[in-house]
């Protein structure tokens, strides 16, 4: 089952472009948030986000996911 509270986190990274701005706007440090999406990533045994200049970006997975949440 996918913990609600981490697929927030990456709604929340999608939305703002960075982990660090999604911990912000989530009240969470940078660090807990990247960690739910690192556990995220690996009850799903996938990849959720790429390195994209200063940001991040999501995979085809992650866009996946989020699209069948709505």
Known sequence: MIDLRRLHVLRAVSHYGTVTAAARALH???SA?????????RDLGVDLLEPQGRG?????AAESLLEHAD
């Open 56 to 60: 991040v970006r999501l995979t085809a």
């Open 33 to 41: 948030a990247s960690q739910q999406i690192r556990q995220l990533a």
């Open 28 to 30: 969470f440090t940078t």
